[in-house]
């Protein structure tokens, strides 16, 4: 890809459920609180003092900017309201034609089942299953996310077609359209945010006419198992374990990977390991062994389609995607070739004007609804104060046991 691995700022790896890291500047100091809300200074002449706040900036996302990438895909308003999974759906990208899900032929506007059961995914580089699990919607598994503070759970089971060298397979975001003048900054501070939750080492370019961050699978993922085939385990009950392969097959298999009882590594120990590149030189996920791996993330909430900062701050990425929905995706990044790549759409981001008009109407329905059940429960304590042989108060001769 012509680009280097970026330099680490602070530790990526702290804790089952990462939280959210704070944006750096590009010396890495720590950003005040308040950077977000200020863009730097306009050369000369550029632009007026009164308009230099970002967000002023900003153009809302909607069906009507979509690019023409991903028109074939974007769901209707009718499609969305109809999706039991309501306000997300989740549909293979247009742009990356190579794999096919579901075992059907490829069609980017069918609606991919999330928060269920997997779903096939046939690539020339990888042939498994999927499991995409989104907490915040009706159809949220609370099993899933109990405890947790992920929004998205990603886990991905199935073998590789072809060698893969481990420090290409990346995962993480690509944009299609240039940042707007002024929005870089911004964009880049919250790629880096976003991309810093997975590992130390990702690829960021917030300034080119596709930007995009990456961060390698292995030390993006927080549970990643080798097995031989017809011995790996269900896709949620697999655990850490990359020991198992052969020299020269899949050469995963690493004193580094293991401690010195023979036993895996924990998963943190393992992504620390990964995060440098150079321990991964020389090193090939092969095709004899099944591959189970999980991610997942709770800096971007996909219910709501904001981004939460250091918890100091929430983002509409629908003021920040230029109408270009949320990717899920695992590259190879020396071939340019896809495992699986997938979109992730909010009414939010496609129709917002109908989106807050249709809340604005639930909430009207959810108040009238509590008024109503105040005043029936208001009549309710008349009546019984009223009757009940002469007790005179509530509750008396009502028999409260």
Same mark, same amino acid.
């Given at each position: 890809?012509?680009?280097?691995?970026?330099?680490?700022?602070?530790?990526?790896?702290?804790?089952?459920?990462?939280?959210?890291?704070?944006?750096?500047?590009?010396?890495?100091?720590?950003?005040?609180?308040?950077?977000?809300?200020?863009?730097?200074?306009?050369?000369?002449?550029?632009?007026?003092?009164?308009?230099?706040?970002?967000?002023?900036?900003?153009?809302?996302?909607?069906?009507?900017?979509?690019?023409?990438?991903?028109?074939?895909?974007?769901?209707?308003?009718?499609?969305?309201?109809?999706?039991?999974?309501?306000?997300?759906?989740?549909?293979?990208?247009?742009?990356?034609?190579?794999?096919?899900?579901?075992?059907?032929?490829?069609?980017?506007?069918?609606?991919?089942?999330?928060?269920?059961?997997?779903?096939?995914?046939?690539?020339?580089?990888?042939?498994?299953?999927?499991?995409?699990?989104?907490?915040?919607?009706?159809?949220?598994?609370?099993?899933?996310?109990?405890?947790?503070?992920?929004?998205?759970?990603?886990?991905?089971?199935?073998?590789?077609?072809?060698?893969?060298?481990?420090?290409? &397979?990346?995962?993480?975001?690509?944009?299609?359209?240039?940042?707007?003048?002024?929005?870089?900054?911004?964009?880049?501070?919250?790629?880096?945010?976003?991309?810093?939750?997975?590992?130390?080492?990702?690829?960021?370019?917030?300034?080119?006419?596709?930007?995009?961050?990456?961060?390698?699978?292995?030390?993006?993922?927080?549970?990643?198992?080798?097995?031989?085939?017809?011995?790996?385990?269900?896709?949620?009950?697999?655990?850490?374990?990359?020991?198992?392969?052969?020299?020269?097959?899949?050469?995963?298999?690493?004193?580094?990977?293991?401690?010195?009882?023979?036993?895996?590594?924990?998963?943190?120990?393992?992504?620390?390991?990964?995060?440098?590149?150079?321990?991964?030189?020389? &090193?090939?996920?092969?095709?004899?062994?099944?591959?189970?791996?999980?991610?997942?993330?709770? &800096?971007?909430?996909?219910?709501?389609?904001?981004?939460?900062?250091?918890?100091?701050?929430?983002?509409?990425?629908?003021?920040?995607?230029?109408?270009?929905?949320?990717?899920?995706?695992?590259?190879?990044?020396?071939?340019?070739?896809?495992?699986?790549?997938?979109?992730?759409?909010?009414?939010?981001?496609?129709?917002?004007?109908a989106f807050a008009e249709a809340e604005r109407a639930a909430a009207r329905e959810r108040l009238a609804?509590?008024?109503?059940?105040?005043?029936?429960?208001?009549?309710?304590?008349?009546?019984?104060?009223?009757?009940?042989?002469?007790?005179?108060?509530?509750?008396?001769?009502?028999?409260?046991?």
């Open positions: 890809m012509g680009v280097a691995y970026d330099e680490v700022f602070y530790d990526a790896h702290e804790g089952d459920d990462d939280e959210p890291v704070s944006p750096t500047a590009a010396d890495g100091a720590p950003l005040a609180a308040d950077a977000l809300a200020a863009p730097p200074p306009f050369a000369a002449g550029a632009a007026p003092a009164a308009s230099r706040s970002i967000w002023k900036m900003l153009v809302q996302s909607r069906a009507e900017t979509v690019l023409p990438r991903h028109r074939p895909a974007m769901p209707s308003i009718e499609a969305l309201r109809a999706s039991p999974h309501r306000p997300v759906l989740v549909t293979a990208d247009p742009g990356v034609t190579g794999p096919r899900y579901c075992g059907g032929p490829f069609d980017p506007a069918a609606a991919l089942p999330i928060n269920g059961k997997a779903f096939d995914v046939d690539s020339d580089m990888f042939k498994g299953r999927l499991v995409i699990h989104i907490n915040g919607l009706a159809t949220t598994d609370p099993a899933v996310f109990a405890g947790k503070k992920r929004t998205i759970h990603i886990a991905a089971q199935g073998k590789f077609k072809r060698r893969v060298r481990v420090g290409a &397979l990346c995962t993480g975001q690509e944009y299609h359209a240039p940042m707007g003048k002024g929005l870089e900054w911004l964009s880049e501070q919250l790629m880096r945010g976003t991309a810093k939750m997975f590992s130390r080492t990702t690829l960021v370019n917030a300034h080119g006419s596709e930007p995009y961050f990456l961060n390698p699978v292995m030390a993006a993922c927080q549970l990643v198992n080798v097995s031989e085939e017809g011995r790996e385990p269900e896709i949620f009950a697999a655990t850490e374990d990359c020991r198992r392969g052969s020299v020269g097959v899949c050469a995963l298999l690493t004193p580094a990977l293991r401690d010195a009882s023979g036993q895996p590594l924990p998963a943190e120990r393992r992504r620390r390991w990964c995060d440098d590149p150079a321990h991964l030189e020389g &090193l090939y996920f092969g095709t004899d062994h099944v591959y189970t791996f999980h991610v997942w993330q709770h &800096l971007i909430d996909f219910s709501s389609y904001k981004a939460h900062i250091s918890g100091f701050m929430n983002v509409d990425l629908t003021y920040i995607l230029l109408s270009q929905p949320v990717g899920v995706m695992v590259k190879d990044v020396d071939r340019g070739d896809y495992a699986y790549s997938l979109l992730a759409w909010h009414e939010r981001l496609l129709y917002p004007e609804r509590g008024v109503s059940r105040l005043f029936g429960g208001f009549k309710g304590l008349m009546r019984t104060g009223s009757g009940g042989g002469g007790g005179g108060g509530v509750g008396v001769g009502g028999g409260a046991q």
